[in-house]
């Protein structure tokens, strides 16, 4: 079973609106959370990285949020551009994973039309 | 170079032919991971390199799948007897870090796209 769930699978939105993303992961104990961001064709791009203590965290347009206490993290695209066409992915470390390895989800992928 | 570079950028391969498929890391760093991303899915871990030390191959899916690191810098991910089934993205990634456990960001290259025909 996946760990890391993110909804919607897929979104279409025109250019210029705000859309938002979410992610809800059962991994525990927890480490730190992370969006990334993949153009097709290319490797993830690293958009946030937040600890349990924070909740927010942004770049540029992009703003994640993180609820600790249940377990939802929502990544925030504010104006959307056409560049920001891609699948966005979030991924959960845990401690208990050691050091080796990530909870992928499977991304969210975006289509910004004009 | 700036960032992670993966050779060959798509690798098209005959059922039962050996493949191998190239990474190199950001200088300096000092972890490598290999991931398999198949299509509309997120990665899936592979195997961990800490310096030329390989500590987890445990997401390598069979023994015909073969990575090393020998210098501490580049490496390389080898199926033998390549599959249909092994289709997919080969994603290498590194960090200044050791593990994947800290705040240090993951760097991932563009991959390499196999197909076995």
């Known amino acids: 079973k996946n760990q890391v769930e993110q909804s919607p699978q897929s979104l279409i939105i025109l250019e210029g609106k705000n859309c938002t993303l979410q992610c809800n992961y059962t991994v525990s104990p927890f480490s730190n959370l992370r969006w990334y961001k993949q153009d097709t064709g290319r490797g993830p791009v690293s958009l946030t990285i937040?600890?349990?203590?924070?909740n927010t965290k942004s770049n540029g347009r992009y703003t994640a949020t993180l609820d600790a206490d249940t377990k939802q993290s929502s990544l925030h695209i504010t104006a959307s551009q056409l560049s920001d066409s891609a699948s966005y992915i979030c991924?959960?470390?845990?401690?208990?994973?050691?050091?080796?390895?990530?909870?992928f989800g499977k991304g969210n992928q975006v289509v910004v039309i004009p | 170079g700036a960032g992670v570079s993966q050779s060959p950028r798509y690798k098209v391969a005959k059922r039962g032919q050996d493949v191998a498929l190239r990474c190199d890391p950001i200088?300096?760093?000092?972890?490598l991971f290999w991931y398999q991303q198949a299509l509309g899915q997120g990665p899936e871990f592979l195997t961990y390199f800490q310096n030329e030390a390989q500590l987890d191959k445990s997401g390598l899916p069979s023994d015909r799948f073969f990575a090393e690191r020998p210098e501490g810098s580049v490496s390389t991910l080898k199926i033998q007897r390549t599959q249909q089934e092994d289709s997919a993205v080969y994603l290498c990634?590194?960090?200044?870090?050791?593990?994947?456990?800290?705040?240090?960001?993951?760097?991932f290259g563009s991959g390499t796209q196999l197909s076995v025909l």
């Open positions: 937040m600890t349990f203590s924070e």
């Open positions: 990634a590194s960090s200044l870090a050791e593990g994947a456990g800290s705040n240090e960001k993951l760097f």
């Open positions: 991924v959960v470390t845990s401690p208990d994973y050691g050091n080796n390895r990530l909870a």
């Open positions: 200088s300096g760093h000092v972890s």
